[in-house]
């Protein structure tokens, strides 16, 4: 299934979004202009695949009290089959083959619209944010695992079977960490929240001189260090978290100068929860990019650049896909939006929160 922009005036004002992730539920009432007017977050309910359904539905209720109609849109961290009613399988969730969309419309008594996480957080960024204007875009979201996305001509791209974008389970050493999807060496034991906090587990687990200042700010208790709290230090100015932080920075612009000799984007769009270190990340990321990169030198160079939308571009994106699938727009004919080509280059990129 691909997904259009409608004509204008056409949708509905208001949507509910929700954007499903390994370690938070993240919902909100989003405006026909990408603007979050309330929100509402919860715990992930480990692999309790039940709960996490009823947890949905109670966010629902809060957010719809008083606009019955609000479409409501689900982005779900997992691979979904192509009419998105099923998610085949979530490395981080309990879903095996979970008609997902047929659950919660039973919950809810309403129609649900349900997409991949990362595919809403990309579309997110291309209607309202970082990627405006990009004909052939692929965004990133950094949090628990790495999510992926492209849109192309204004089109999703899901692939023939629905799982494309899976891009963090591309297998970057062989042999390496054991992955959740069964693999090991996969990009995201690498560059993700998941991976950052691992490695920072490890040092202050081993005693390490320079891990003294993280462990006194987790109280001493090693499994109290994440990659939110690693993040936070590097911002802080910590020196050994920002040289963890700058180390997952290197395996991003690794895995980014792979996709780019696959897909040749005009932009990468960097988003999802470790993208709060911004160019703490990025100038390492991008570093890696161009050393890394084939034909360097002799071609044109993507733009990398923050998600402008930051953790929200995953709900805004449901919304706004729900908003669509409301009004029964047509499947094709999307018009294409065609970046200058200043706009696809290596200019100046945007600045963390900008």
């Known amino acids: 299934m691909q997904h259009t922009i409608p004509r204008a005036g056409r949708r509905p004002s208001l949507a509910i979004g929700i954007d499903i992730g390994g370690t938070k539920v993240a919902a909100g009432l989003v405006d026909q202009h990408g603007r979050i007017l309330r929100s509402e977050r919860r715990e992930t309910p480990g692999q309790d695949a039940e709960r996490v359904e009823e947890v949905i539905a109670e966010l629902v209720e809060e957010l719809s009290s008083g606009r019955r109609g609000a479409p409501v849109g689900i ?4 691979w979904m089959d192509l009419d998105g009613g099923t998610v085949l399988f979530s490395p981080h969730l309990a879903w095996r083959n979970e008609p997902l969309r047929a659950r919660l419309e039973e919950k809810l008594r309403r129609r649900v619209h349900v997409v991949n996480d990362a ?8 209607r309202f944010g970082a990627g ?3 004909s052939r875009l692929v965004c990133i979201t950094l949090g628990t695992g790495i999510g992926g996305a492209m849109v192309n001509d204004g089109h999703l791209e899901r692939g023939r079977f629905g799982v494309a974008g899976e891009f963090g389970h591309a297998i970057m050493v062989p042999g390496g960490h054991r992955c959740e999807c069964g693999n090991r060496g996969c990009w995201e034991q690498y560059a993700s929240g998941n991976a950052l906090g691992r490695d ?7 005693n390490s001189p320079m891990a003294q200042e993280i462990l006194a700010a987790a109280h001493g208790d090693v499994h109290r260090i994440t990659g939110a709290l690693i993040t936070r230090l590097a911002l802080e100015g910590e020196a050994q978290s920002r ?7 290197e395996w991003l612009g690794l895995g980014l100068a792979n996709l780019a000799a696959a897909l040749d984007p005009g932009t990468f769009v960097i988003g999802g929860g470790l993208s709060t270190a911004g160019d703490l990340l990025l100038d390492a990321a991008e570093r890696t990019f161009h050393r890394n990169l084939t034909g360097r030198g002799f071609r044109p160079v993507a733009r990398v650049a923050l998600a402008k939308l930051g953790p929200d571009a995953g709900l805004v994106g449901a919304a706004d896909l729900a908003r669509n699938a409301a009004r029964r727009v047509p ?15 290596s200019g100046p990129r945007p600045r963390a929160g900008g």
């Open 75 to 78: 982005g779900a961290a997992g």
């Open 119 to 126: 595919d809403a957080a990309a579309w997110a960024e291309w």
């Open 132 to 134: 405006q204007g990009e």
């Open 200 to 206: 920072a587990r490890e040092l202050a687990a081993a």
């Open 243 to 249: 040289e963890l932080v700058a180390d997952v920075g």
């Open 331 to 345: 499947l094709r004919g999307a018009p294409t939006l065609k970046a200058p080509w200043s706009a696809r280059g």
